[in-house]
């Protein structure tokens, strides 16, 4: 694959089935024009076959690409930043998302390694790839996260999900902290609130499917682009109270 100024790319890290690979088979669908076509690198872990993702590339030829990543491991965002060094990323989302055994358990009473799997999963390893890559994101392309509405610290009202709650925070501060740091270069930065969606993680009972979710989120990441700063958004567009 290669990036023209007739195409746009879009790197979503976490692609390889559900949620992420969703967007990206939305991403191929938007477009009407050279101008506004988007080809996709997706991230699989390692030892991955055939995955959705992979089904997904063998249908669209040379606008698909697959990538190996484990996002805990720094010395595989290393290696894929020397993979991709030189290419204008001009989307970059990383989709990450973990919880403990039990969603319901008080944070005083979960185990360390428990709490630390999901910190590094959900918080720490999303800003790992962002640090790395972020230089191949042009000033006028996006960089954004999956991050969650029960991340938002003023609309906890009835507590539950801690874990997973507290580090969705956390990625929320971290990225307005990046946001920060990099504001000079006019870029625009997402932090995205998907809502309840029926997902391995999301579970049977959530009200929203992928094809009802998916293609309003992508909407959100395009428009996005035009509005340098941080924001914190929902799948509709509207504001999440940090």
Known sequence: MTTSANRLTSLIVGASRGLGHAIAAELLTRGTTPETEWDVIGTVRAGAEQTPL???ADGNPGRVEIETLDITAPDQIEALQERLKGRAIDLLFVNAGTTNRDPDQATGTISTEEFTQVMITNALSPMRVIER???L???VGLIGVMSSGQG??????NGMR?????SKAALNMFMRSFAARHAATGRAVLVMAPGWIRTDLGGDDA???MEEAVPPIVDV??????RPGIEYLDRFGETVPW
């Open 162 to 166: 801690e874990l997973y709650r507290g």
């Open 207 to 209: 009200p929203y499917t």
């Open 152 to 157: 938002s610290i003023a609309n906890n009202e």
């Open 54 to 56: 992979h089904t997904l």
């Open 137 to 139: 994101v042009p000033a």
């Open 221 to 226: 990441l395009l428009e996005k682009r035009s």
């Open 133 to 135: 890559l972020e230089g």
